[in-house]
């Protein structure tokens, strides 16, 4: 058994501090700084070789030590302490590197302006295709041959800008004969093989150290860094990268939706699990004295085992070298209860979701920056990430099981009922023939606004690549930028009671598609407001734009195909946030699913249901997490609670860690109970003969 298989209680500790005042860390002490993760009842310690400063807290032969250590090696320290008191340590190394920027400025990213990119500075931000690449992998090697320890985590690995320095225009012209583009066009190939030669480079090297690492020790384990991921292209992360490391890691600061969201993605993209979910004890990174709330730490901490995810904690040190004390106490407390649901754990469970909703990273792009010059870039916006995201918080509402999958998972589509493309933006051809395949033995896909328009090349179709699936072609696309979905009298019921007098509002353009299947139905069509809402000068209503100019443009249409059904709407629905909206895309994806889900839930908003199958064992774990926007929670009682049985027999229900036995009924092929008091987290097990 690997290390990280019943490792669920993490901690790092953020030790970025500068040299220049003598007396920074001049008081850290390695065996009390383990003897808190002890009080803390950590099972693995992640501890800093170096920092985004760059300096390294232990003696090597190319970097710089800091000053305030006094040539003390304390990685070896604590790592020695930490085997002491039974913990395995993962050594933590940042790409981020001051120090080496500030020593070689050859190394440094530059931007399209021929700058070194101010965005960084504070951190220094070295160019991969530089030599500084050989400076990580001398680091690299010197950790693993003179050090025992469980694992490597690399931090802040990932492209972050477009850098026109010197080595990486020089590689880009051997490597293709061409000049580095400096226009952002998603619709032009040459744009685009920039770009993925960037995700190609960045792979490579997160291999390398990969391969570095082990080629010394082929027991270690190594991590990178992978929240970069929802940056957008810029970072450049794809399925490569991930696929080169050995479990997934990352560290966010969102709130319950971003948590859920991520740690459905890492639970299906991680190599091996458990994947590893971060967060901080402080409200921000920026903030190293306020304290999150226990119930806030609480909640986060249970949001991951709900997913069966490892928990690690991130506190930053004292510039002397002290921690406090008091978040030690109030995280061991914490650990304390979690450790009770370990041992029902396991990896070989099924994660029981009937909706997949696909992410791509290729499509984390922005059509809207097409003909802005890299130099111009500022906020960078993902239409594809932010329907995905809101699509989960709808499915979240409704209690409708589901998980968020990328390429990784093409090979498992038939695990789901339905497979959710929310403007999918990129798109090759084996996720054309995956999708195809999955629809034309009984699957259903919703799909959404330019999904198969544009190849992954950077070539855009004169018509959907799904077209035959969609039961429509492509014509165009609306010119205002704010539309109507204007429901069939059939099917008013699924469009929460809308009309065609009161249609249902689209705070965006929708694609104009003419219908191609003859058993193709149209449940929408599109209406227009009366005059362009981008015309100042003519409008009909001086605030808003009312519906007024019907049309027969389909706007959502229900396609069979094969054994499989597909929706395909004109307009990305899926981005609307009021409870109208989400209840119509309830109702359409309800009206695709061709069986009852894996379970069903009366209960807040508030409360996610998780549930995974023991097959081995005969039996379900049945999560409940109470998050709500207001801590501390208000305790829910009443939740019911029904699990289809799937002509299981139930034997006993119940509650863990006590093991107490609770009461339930069977209706039909379900199960039906009612939850315990539910104030953060309840853990329910379901056995079955």
């Keep these: 058994m690997r290390w990280y298989e019943n490792s669920y209680r993490r901690g790092l500790v953020d030790m970025h501090i500068d040299d ?18 002890a009080l803390a009842k950590v099972q693995t310690v992640i501890f800093f070789a170096s920092s985004n400063v760059g300096i390294c807290y232990y003696p090597s032969r190319v970097g710089h030590m800091h ?34 920027h500030d020593n070689h400025p050859d190394w440094r990213m530059v931007t399209a302006k021929g700058e070194n990119s101010r965005e960084y500075m504070r951190y220094g931000v070295c160019c991969i295709n530089s030599p500084f690449k050989d400076f990580v992998i001398t680091q690299t090697e010197e950790l693993c041959k003179n050090y025992k320890f469980a694992g490597l985590w690399f931090d802040m690995i990932g492209l972050h800008t477009v850098c026109y320095c010197s080595h990486c225009r020089k590689r880009y012209l051997l490597e293709t004969g061409e000049e580095i583009p400096r226009i952002i066009n998603w619709e032009d190939p040459k744009w685009v093989k920039f770009q993925r030669k960037r995700e190609e480079w960045l792979a490579e090297f997160a291999s390398l150290l990969v391969s570095t690492a082990k080629k010394v020790n082929p027991d270690i384990t190594v991590v990178l860094q992978n929240a970069h991921w929802s940056n957008g292209w810029r970072d450049g992360l794809t399925l490569p990268f991930f696929e080169a490391q050995d ?47 226990k119930e806030l730490l609480e909640a986060q901490m249970y949001s991951v085992l709900a997913n069966n995810g490892a928990f690690c904690f991130i506190d930053a040190i004292d510039p002397e070298g002290t921690l406090n004390r008091d978040f030690y106490v109030r995280m061991g407390e914490l650990f304390q209860e979690m450790e009770k649901y370990e041992k029902y754990l396991d990896h070989s469970s099924k994660f029981c979701q009937d909706v997949g909703i696909y992410l791509s990273f290729e499509s984390l792009i922005n059509p809207e920056d097409n003909g802005k010059r890299t130099s111009e870039l500022t906020y960078q916006r993902s239409p594809h990430l932010e329907a995905a995201v809101n699509v989960a918080k709808t499915l979240l509402n409704a209690h409708i099981p589901f998980g968020v999958i990328t390429k990784k998972n093409l090979d498992c589509l038939s695990d789901y009922q339905i497979i959710i493309l929310p403007n999918l933006l990129m798109i090759d051809e084996e996720e054309v023939d995956a999708f195809r395949k999955f629809v034309e033995f009984g699957g259903s896909i919703y799909a959404s606004g330019a999904a198969s328009l544009l190849t992954k090349d950077g070539i855009k179709q004169d018509n959907f690549l799904l077209s035959d699936l969609f039961g429509v072609s492509y014509s165009g696309e609306t010119k205002e930028n704010l539309t109507y979905v204007t429901p069939k009298d059939d099917f008013k019921d699924v469009f929460a009671g809308y009309s065609p007098r009161y249609p249902l509002t689209l705070l965006d353009t929708q694609l104009k598609v003419r219908k191609i299947k003859e058993n193709a139905t149209v449940l929408a069509t599109i209406t227009l407001p009366y005059t362009d809402p981008k015309d100042i000068s003519r409008f009909v209503s001086a605030n808003s734009n009312p519906p007024g100019i019907s049309t027969d443009l389909p706007s959502i249409v229900l396609n069979q195909y094969g054994k499989g059904k597909v929706i395909y709407s004109g307009g990305v629905l899926e981005l609307m946030k009021e409870n109208d909206h989400r209840s119509v895309v309830v109702n359409l994806i309800r009206l695709i699913s061709n069986k ?34 207001e801590l501390p929670n208000i305790p829910i009682s009443d939740i019911k609670i029904r699990i289809k049985l799937d002509n299981r027999k139930p034997r006993r229900l119940m509650l863990l860690p006590e093991e107490k036995e609770l009461d339930f009924k069977i209706e039909e092929n379900y199960i039906e109970f009612i939850a315990p008091e539910l104030e953060t987290f309840l853990m329910i097990c379901l056995e079955y003969n």
Aim: aromatic share 18%.
């Design 20 to 37: 220049w005042d003598s007396k920074f860390l001049s008081l850290f002490d390695s065996k009390e700084y383990v003897e808190m993760q």
């Design 67 to 100: 000053e305030g250590i006094k040539g003390r090696d304390i990685l070896g320290e604590v790592i020695d302490f930490s085997h002491r008191e039974g913990m395995s340590v993962v050594v933590y190394y940042n790409i981020w590197h001051k120090w080496a």
């Design 247 to 293: 479990y997934i890691s990352g560290d966010f600061y969102g709130g319950a939706l971003e948590q859920s969201f991520v740690c459905k993605l890492f639970y299906s993209l991680t190599p091996n699990k458990p994947f590893e979910y971060m967060t901080s004890r402080c409200p921000t990174l920026l903030d190293h004295t306020t304290m999150k709330s």
């Design 596 to 629: 009852p889900f894996f379970f069903e839930a009366e209960a807040p908003k508030s409360v996610e249901v998780t549930l995974f199958h023991q097959e081995d064992k005969k039996q379900y774990l049945i999560n409940l997490l109470n998050y709500q926007p």
